[in-house]
């Protein structure tokens, strides 16, 4: 049995997609228009391909000049954090930045308040002040929505276990600690057995899956952070499906559950 805070279908298909996509005219052939560069987590998934969408519409709808670039994985935070360092020297009108890593880039951003550049989060938040506002899921309880999902499936008693994209990004920390920590507040009979995390990757996503339900063969669910499909189609290829199983496919958590935040400071 399989939940999942969020979940990404046929990335494969989005991941030959370019990982820079810019309007035609740059910045300095374009002094109308504002400058507004959009920093990603990456390209692989097909959320992704979703926010460029939304930015590209959004840029022709505010008439401003973006580029959306990401690391080839959302392992490569120091490819991010270059990135956001290119940027930067580029003097934009504002930085829209979705951080790999919750502290890596906290030097750099504050160098962009120092020299007034804006810095909006989106998606995954970093553990400052800095940004003017973060626009991003309540993780943690989308998360804590699912363990009690999770719970109400398998009879509220067994072996569980996480498969969760990262452990760096606010995403991945607070949907793990979101599951973690409702599920011992609320399900004391529901044991934890392991987390492990793909780092964004479907094959590894994949490989750890098997390896959880090789190394403890009692296990009656798994909560995956995202990747959620990759899951089920690993356990459709070697199980028969039973009917908790497909109970929770047709009721997996979505990835908007959590009711969606702003924090301006």
């Known amino acids: ?154 009879g509220d008693t067994g072996e569980v276990a996480l498969v969760v994209h990262d452990q760096t990004s606010r995403t991945g920390i607070d949907r793990r600690d979101g599951f973690v920590n409702e599920m011992k507040a609320k399900h004391p009979n529901v044991k934890i057995v392991e987390i492990q995390y793909g780092g964004g990757d479907q094959l590894k996503s994949t490989d750890l899956t098997k390896a959880l339900i090789q190394a403890h063969p009692n296990i009656k669910g798994i909560f995956g952070s995202r990747l959620v499909e990759i899951i089920f189609h690993y356990l459709e290829a070697h199980s028969s499906e039973t009917d908790t199983t497909r109970e929770s496919r047709e009721n997996h958590v979505p990835s908007d559950t959590g009711r969606r935040r702003r924090r301006s400071t």
């Open 1 to 154: 049995m399989v939940l999942a805070a969020c979940g990404s279908k046929n990335s494969d298909d989005n991941a030959a997609t370019s990982a820079s996509a810019t309007n035609s005219n740059s910045s300095s052939t374009s002094k109308a228009k504002l400058y507004i560069p959009v920093i990603s987590k990456g390209f692989q998934h097909q959320f992704w391909q979703a926010v460029k969408k939304g930015t590209e519409k959004a840029a022709t709808e505010f008439n401003v000049e973006v580029t959306f670039e990401g690391p080839d994985t959302e392992a490569q935070v120091d490819k991010q954090i270059e990135m956001l360092q290119t940027e930067l020297d580029k003097k934009p009108a504002a930085i829209a930045f979705a951080a790999l890593d919750s502290k890596a880039a906290i030097p750099l951003l504050q160098k962009a308040k120092d020299e007034g550049i804006p810095i909006v989060g989106f998606d995954s938040g970093v553990d400052s002040d800095i940004p003017v506002t973060t626009a991003a899921t309540d993780n943690a309880k989308a998360a804590g929505y699912a363990a009690d999902k999770m719970a109400e499936l398998i």
